[in-house]
Nanobody, 119 residues
Framework: QVQLVESGGGLVQSGGSLRLSCAASGSIFKIYNMDWYRQAPGKQRELVAGITTGGSTYYADSAKGRFTISRDNAKNMVYLQMNGLKPEDTAVYYC?????????????WGQGTQVTVSS
């Protein structure tokens, strides 16, 4: 089994910063892309940022210039540094990993961490 556990969410004022972490554990052979998604109330889940095994990154337009994704392959961790937070960034943030387990590649999701930005 594979588990992804997010942490680091919380309440922050507009303009503030948060750093989210996601730890993957279990019978992992290899982790490929790791992504951060978010879902605000009444809205669809959307991709925020992603990172490949080799460290290439991609961002939603809303995240460019403010958020930075990184990973530690040795620790099976992915991070999202969020600066200049805005009220519209309020959402539950989820990490997703494409993980090879017992010869099968699947997407695995964490349970989410709440980020609330007050104006």
């Amino acid at each position: 089994q594979v588990q992804l556990v997010e942490s680091g969410g919380g309440l922050v004022q507009s303009g503030g910063s948060l750093r989210l972490s996601c730890a993957a554990s279990g019978s992992i052979f290899k982790i490929y892309n790791m992504d951060w998604y978010r879902q605000a109330p009444g809205k669809q889940r959307e991709l925020v940022a992603g990172i490949t095994t080799g460290g290439s990154t991609y961002y939603a337009d809303s995240a460019k210039g403010r958020f930075t994704i990184s990973r530690d392959n040795a620790k099976n961790m992915v991070y999202l540094q969020m600066n200049g937070l805005k009220p519209e960034d309020t959402a539950v943030y989820y990490c997703k990993g494409r993980i090879l387990v017992a010869g099968t590649l699947n997407g695995y999701w964490g349970q989410g961490t709440q980020v609330t930005v007050s104006s």
